[in-house]
DNA sequence: AATGAATGAGCTTTCATTCAT
DNA sequence: CATGAATGAAAGCTCATTCAT
């Protein structure tokens, strides 16, 4: 209990409890009493260490996602082929949150019913679809297809839609493989993209019957 | 307050009021206190008629969710073509989704971050992204396509998590119109599913770099 | 314990349980716990009825102020000779403070040294000093004579922390006859007043030697 | 920080910052982290030098009324006359309050409020009283006037009270004159004063009707 | 049927105080 | 000598839930 150990340390093993606690039992029915319990450490410690219980929670978002952009950009390395590197980013993504199941519970299922997270999250996601969306507009560019600008941030809405929710039963399923997901995912997303970014468009046979 | 009302009547207001508070606040900051006033209802009778905070939210729960499946039900009329049926399905989603913002947030938000109902939710999805697989297969079968029968349940998933995310975003933004959203969400999703099932697949180049 | 009580009634009980703890232990030191106790209630009844603890102190301050201006305004009854009116005025103010030591405790004790009551109390006092102001000033024109009208309200601040001091000592001296405080007091005051009053100045001999 | 100083200096500097702290938060506001930090030096070190919370307030009382008592001694040179001495008293006394707000404030404010500290402040103030009480003894024998010995401490106590009474106000008005209330004060004391000793006496007209 | 009155239990937060280095 | 690290203990406040009327 007496182990004197350097603040940085402290504050890592203390982030890794709040996660895990977070993700097991929500915001609001995670205790700091128990954050500090499976710390290994007594609550004021948190208290003077990370602060308040919703800064505790800020601090998670913030480790978590920046933990995840970092293993996503290692993952997409500039290549030639545009289906390649989206492949890429997906493998990065989903094995990510394969290996870090808790974080992402964390990250996207409490951060998002919780009003005063919003802004917080809403920042993360928004990097996260300007990425997609470049990814997107280059491999428009390089397909030599002409498209609009302001679409590919729409699409690259739906795109993330599509793989947090992936993501989410991924999180949920332990013996799920996150390459596996990723394939389905790219599935979906690129035969799918490939057609619209070759001007394919689906329309309404007749007018809205409204 | 003294208006003898039948059981059944007050037990709508009730839930109308939860399902207002609930989706103002969350499901641990709303009070059962501001649910009894906003019902114009004193805390006893909420308890009386409804039970406990836990079970009052699972009836609203329930009610909101059953609506939605109705809804959308009403809205796919079988018709010849597999991809009007589906653009009818998303319809009708999307424009109950606009109708019923605080009936979508108290479902898929609140109900997502609670561990507590994680239950009750997963079996509700279950519900629609098996009806999703079936409109998927019959599809299929129309364009006589061969497929293998356990994609289409997971296909569906991915397809009812980026409706589920447009919807979210749908549900907060006042201004936007439903039948627009549904168009976005139909012209990912057909495009690509229709590419899907007439057999192109996209696969890794080569072997797992990693 | 589940004695059903009106709410007025509980509130009574549990102001006298506040003023009593407060004086007792201190505004910090009380305990919202100790005061509930004390009252025979719980403490959410407590924070039910009455607030917040701040707000409570302050209902005490106001209860205790109250009586106190309306135990000095029944003494003061107007009669011809104004040290009389005087005389009455400071035997109900002692007599008063005499008959509930833990009221004036709480009022001048603890309200003083707590910065968020001092408006609360500035107001108060402020209310006093203009009253006595009155008195002097009637007296004065009684006796005809001639006085610049800013001074009253100087004297009147004066007298009025003299008797504040008596009172102080009396709250802490159980065996203390208030009528004998008051008297003391009259003398002090008044024969320096009167004195005062007839033009009498005390001035330094020869200019400030510093 | 690592500047080793002697003892002596390092206490002074502790009681300094104590003495500031309390004056601005109240003694239970008042935290011994911010004590610490405004001393510069660790928390650790207060206790050591000067233990206790409850200690150091005390050790800061101490300080505090021994430099007042001392300003005071300094100021009341025995002369002929006894007005004159009341006078330098006085001025002197306000001079220190008005040159040492933050010390009046713990002294009069805090400590009075707080019922531990009720027993060293009785003291403080007795060796007070007496003193002034020695000085209206000594008056009154210059002027030959017959008096009962008990009612010297009565009258100084009084007197004391008006004193501490407009001293708190000054504490409070950065722009007022120290010698300006010091002056008001001596009018107020010195008129009545002086009659009181020359044998002028008030009395209720009839007795007590209560 | 309907409600004002009442509470047990729990949570976040803060602080004086002390080790171990 | 000096301090960062650590904690026991308590306080204010809130809430779901239930009686008694």
Redesign the pocket.
Same mark, same amino acid.
């Given at each position: 209990?007496? /182990? =004197?150990? #350097? =603040?940085v340390v =402290?504050e890592q093993q203390m982030l890794d409890a709040a996660v895990k606690v977070f993700a097991r039992r929500g915001f609001h029915t995670? *205790?700091?009493?128990e954050i500090a319990e499976v710390a290994g450490? *007594?609550? #004021?410690?948190v208290?003077?260490y990370l602060g308040? /219980?919703?800064e505790l929670f800020v601090a998670c978002l913030r480790r978590e996602a920046t933990r995840l952009m970092e293993a996503v950009a290692a993952g997409v390395r500039p290549t030639a082929r545009p289906d390649e590197q989206l492949w890429n980013g997906l493998r990065a993504f989903f094995a990510f949150v394969g290996a870090h199941r808790d974080g992402w519970r964390v990250l996207y299922r409490q951060a998002r019913s919780e009003p005063q997270f919003t802004g917080e999250l809403a920042g993360m996601r928004a990097r996260i679809v300007e990425v997609v969306a470049g990814l997107l507009e280059s491999a428009c560019a390089a397909a030599a297809v002409p498209a609009r600008p302001g679409d590919f941030t729409a699409m690259a809405y739906a795109y993330v839609g599509a793989a947090e929710s992936l993501a989410d039963w991924l999180a949920d399923h332990e013996e799920e493989d996150p390459d596996h997901t990723a394939t389905r995912m790219m599935n979906f997303v690129w035969v799918g993209a490939e057609s619209l970014l070759r001007g394919r468009i689906w329309r309404a046979q007749e007018g809205p019957s409204r």
């Open positions: 209990m007496l /182990k =004197r150990l #350097p =603040r =402290r995670a *205790s700091m009493d450490i *007594s609550k #004021p410690m208290y003077a308040t /219980k919703d």
